[in-house]
C-alpha cells in the first residue's frame, strides 16, 4: 500500500482542499465488504473519472491505470492502516497558497511507475 497526496486540480476541486490523500494498493487487495452496487461513476474527458457513492456523495475507491492499481480515498479508512503518507503528486500544479513542508519526496506530476496507459 502506498499512500500519496495528490495536488492535482481535479482532486483540489472535488475535495475542497489543498490535496488529496488516498491508498494505492493492488486490485487483489481490495474488496467491497458491501455497498459496492451503490457506487456511481462521473466521467470528464479526456479520460477521466471519479468514483462516488450513490447515496451520500461521498468519495469511493476506484481501480484505474487499466485495473493495474485501486485507490482508496484515505478519508474512507476507519482503522489506522499502519503506513503514513510516502509523498506528493502532481506538485506543478498545487494550489499557491499551500506550501508543502514535510520533507517527502514531490514529484511534478505522475509517480514513476503510476502513469496512466491506453488501457485506462
Given at each position: 500500500m502506498l499512500?500519496?497526496?495528490?495536488?492535482?486540480?481535479?482532486?483540489?476541486?472535488?475535495?475542497?482542499?489543498?490535496?488529496?490523500?488516498?491508498?494505492?494498493?493492488?486490485?487483489a487487495?481490495?474488496?467491497?465488504?458491501?455497498?459496492?452496487?451503490l457506487v456511481g461513476l462521473y466521467e470528464y474527458p479526456p479520460d477521466g473519472r471519479r468514483a462516488f457513492c450513490r447515496v451520500c456523495g461521498s468519495k469511493?475507491?476506484?481501480?484505474?491505470?487499466?485495473?493495474?492499481?485501486?485507490?482508496?480515498?484515505?478519508g474512507l479508512l476507519d482503522d489506522d492502516p499502519d503506513v503514513r503518507?510516502?509523498?506528493?503528486?502532481f506538485v506543478g500544479p498545487k494550489a499557491p497558497w499551500w506550501e508543502i513542508e514535510d520533507g517527502l519526496p514531490q514529484f511534478p506530476e505522475w509517480v514513476p511507475g503510476f502513469e496512466p496507459t491506453d488501457a485506462e
Open positions: 499512500l500519496r497526496h495528490c495536488h492535482c486540480s481535479r482532486c483540489r476541486k472535488e475535495g475542497g482542499a489543498a490535496f488529496a490523500t488516498g491508498a494505492l494498493v493492488q486490485p487487495q481490495f474488496h467491497f465488504a458491501k455497498g459496492e452496487e469511493a475507491p476506484l481501480v484505474l491505470l487499466g485495473g493495474t492499481i485501486a485507490l482508496v480515498p484515505a503518507p510516502a509523498l506528493h503528486m
